[in-house]
T-cell receptor, first 110, second 113 residues
Framework: GQNIDQPTEMTATEGAIVQINCTYQ??????LFWYQQHAGEAPTFLSYNVLDGLEEKGRFSSFLSRSKGYSYLLLKELQMKDSASYLC???????????FGAGTTVTVRA | SQTIHQWPATLVQPVGSPLSLECTVEGTSNPNLYWYRQAAGRGLQLLFYSVGIGQISSEVPQNLSASRPQDRQFILSSKKLLLSDSGFYLCAWSGTDKQETQYFGPGTRLLVL
């Protein structure tokens, strides 16, 4: 299995940048996912990293370092609608299953 | 495009009563299917997954069971609910390649009283 750690809460101002870190320990690695979950709703897929480096998708970017067991999700030009929980999930090698972190609740303030 | 449905959206059940939650996927064939539970303020816990009709893998021993009677249908059941079964139940699907992303249904919020 995996140990996945991410901060519990973060607060930022509208228009600012927030970086959500995720560290993991796994016996094998086959990809890291970021999901966004608004209160009371299902998670929605944001990004996927399997190789080292940065993946950019509009205002959201995700970075992976496999040697360090580390990823971050970068949210730029924050908007009020970005207030949500952000879930980091890791897939083990040769497995279909995902292991999820507890999630980071981001609050965007005006 | 693929869509995933879950019902009911909300359910209030007494302790000791049975449970049946249904999940169906449209627009794809032979998907992998998953049941997760999310307790209030906690992370997602994988309960069951299925790679084909009649094939169920259980991740957590408990009073829940799962079945896959058809290719795109996944059912979560219990014969007798416990208070601790309360939570947000999410069904997800993915393709069969191990690189595939999982996509979640809208979820069922279950409250056991």
């Amino acid at each position: 299995g995996q140990n996945i750690d991410q901060p519990t809460e973060m607060t930022a101002t509208e228009g600012a940048i927030v970086q959500i870190n995720c560290t993991y320990q796994t016996s094998g690695f086959n990809g890291l996912f970021w999901y966004q979950q608004h209160a009371g709703e299902a998670p929605t897929f944001l990004s996927y990293n399997v190789l080292d480096g940065l993946e950019e998708k509009g205002r959201f970017s995700s970075f992976l370092s496999r040697s360090k067991g580390y990823s971050y999700l970068l949210l730029k030009e924050l908007q009020m609608k970005d207030s949500a929980s952000y879930l980091c999930a890791v897939r083990d090698w040769d497995d279909y299953k995902l292991s999820f972190g507890a999630g980071t609740t981001v609050t965007v303030r005006a | 495009s693929q869509t995933i449905h879950q019902w009911p959206a909300t359910l209030v059940q007494p302790v000791g009563s049975p449970l049946s939650l249904e999940c169906t996927v449209e627009g794809t064939s032979n998907p992998n299917l998953y049941w997760y539970r999310q307790a209030a303020g906690r992370g997602l816990q994988l309960l069951f997954y299925s790679v084909g009709i009649g094939q169920i893998s259980s991740e957590v021993p408990q009073n829940l069971s799962a079945s896959r009677p058809q290719d795109r249908q996944f059912i979560l059941s219990s014969k007798k609910l416990l208070l601790s079964d309360s939570g947000f139940y999410l069904c997800a699907w993915s393709g069969t390649d191990k690189q595939e992303t999982q996509y979640f249904g809208p979820g069922t919020r279950l409250l056991v009283l």
